[in-house]
């Protein structure tokens, strides 16, 4: 039986992240497994995303993210972080 308990993560990835589709490649799947969040480029050249709902979904959505052409993914951190009891929708910032 699957988990069903509902968590949030802050994931940084870490490589070739800009300019590549990531973040709207993000929306695309957390739209699509039915995940919250949001997701936005950092200054250094890194990704930050905060993604909400069940872990496996969640790691389901980053092995999708780490199929792409064009994305490079050198290094990924992620911490559990309090849920965000009535957000609604993933976003790009």
Same mark, same amino acid.
């Given at each position: 039986m699957a988990? @069903? @308990?509902?968590? $949030? !993560? %802050?994931?940084? *990835?870490?490589? $070739?992240? !800009?300019?590549?589709?990531? $973040?709207?490649?993000? %929306?695309?799947?957390?739209?699509?497994?039915?995940? @919250?969040? /949001?997701? !936005?480029? &950092? /200054?250094?050249?890194?990704?930050?995303?905060?993604? !909400?709902?069940?872990?496996? @979904?969640?790691? &389901?959505?980053?092995?999708l993210l780490?199929?792409?052409? *064009?994305?490079?993914?050198?290094?990924?951190? $992620?911490?559990?972080?309090?849920? &965000?009891e009535y957000?609604?929708? *993933?976003?790009?910032?």
């Amino acid at each position: 039986m699957a988990d @069903t @308990t509902i968590i $949030r !993560q %802050r994931i940084i *990835f870490k490589g $070739r992240v !800009q300019g590549v589709g990531f $973040r709207y490649r993000a %929306r695309y799947a957390a739209d699509g497994m039915g995940l @919250t969040g /949001w997701v !936005q480029n &950092e /200054w250094d050249g890194s990704v930050i995303m905060e993604v !909400q709902g069940r872990l496996d @979904t969640i790691n &389901e959505m980053l092995r999708l993210l780490n199929h792409s052409s *064009f994305i490079e993914i050198d290094d990924v951190d $992620r911490m559990n972080i309090p849920v &965000e009891e009535y957000e609604s929708g *993933f976003h790009v910032h």
